[in-house]
T-cell receptor
């Protein structure tokens, strides 16, 4: 049981490049989400999904796309990278955000630098 | 107003001390509450859930005050290994999202 996995761990992009951050979980969790964490800002929600085929925007969705074709995978796409997207990105999953004992489990993070 | 607010600290305490953190939340309908621990450059990890009646796990005690809309975390007999950032998390259980505080930094000094 690997939990939540993310790849890559580190990435450097040039402004304007696109890329996909991968996230997978093997706990059969319905709810998955992407956060970015910047110094002094805490975790901010980018996009989330309550199940396969269903996604929605969080607090800071601009510049990012997501899809959820399977329960296990929830990739985050940066369409045209900008220096403002330099951050640490965390993927998280939980059994069901409406259930009790619905704590989130986090992946190890992707540290992205956009030059 | 932010959904969840925490005092960022830092809290610098000697080994063996007792330290308490508070966190306030704005949505009175919130149903689930958690404390997470985050070490430098690592992912947040669940420390403990917070139940209505309060709960304890070893040296850690969490409490919920619905009337005043805050949760608290008490750490007794602080250890050097307790040094970390502690995140307060609230979930309204609407199927939407979890709300995170910005975290409280704790350093336990020898």
């Amino acid at each position: 049981n690997a939990g939540v996995t993310q790849t890559p761990k580190f990435q450097v992009l040039k402004t304007g490049q696109s890329m996909t951050l991968q996230c997978a979980q093997d706990m059969n969790h319905e709810y998955m989400s992407w956060y970015r964490q910047d110094p002094g800002m805490g975790l901010r929600l980018i996009h989330y999904s309550v199940g396969a085929g269903i996604t929605d925007q969080g607090e800071v969705p601009n510049g990012y796309n997501v899809s959820r074709s399977t329960t296990e995978d929830f990739p985050l796409r940066l369409l045209s990278a900008a220096p403002s997207q330099t951050s640490v990105y965390f993927c998280a999953s939980s059994r069901d955000s409406r259930a009790t004992r619905n704590e989130q489990f986090f992946g190890p993070g992707t540290r992205l630098t956009v030059l | 107003r932010k959904e969840v607010e925490q005092d960022p600290g830092p809290f610098n305490v000697p080994e063996g001390a007792t330290v308490a953190f508070n966190c306030t939340y704005s949505n009175s309908a919130s149903q689930s509450f958690f404390w997470y621990r985050q070490d430098c450059r690592k992912e947040p990890k669940l420390l403990m859930s917070v139940y209505s009646s309060g709960n304890e796990d070893g040296r850690f005690t969490a409490q919920l005050n619905r009337a005043s809309q805050y949760i608290s975390l008490l750490i007794r007999d602080s250890k050097l290994s307790d040094s970390a950032t502690y995140l307060c998390v609230v979930n309204p259980n609407t199927g939407n999202q979890f709300y995170f505080g910005t975290g409280t930094s704790l350093t336990v000094i020898p």
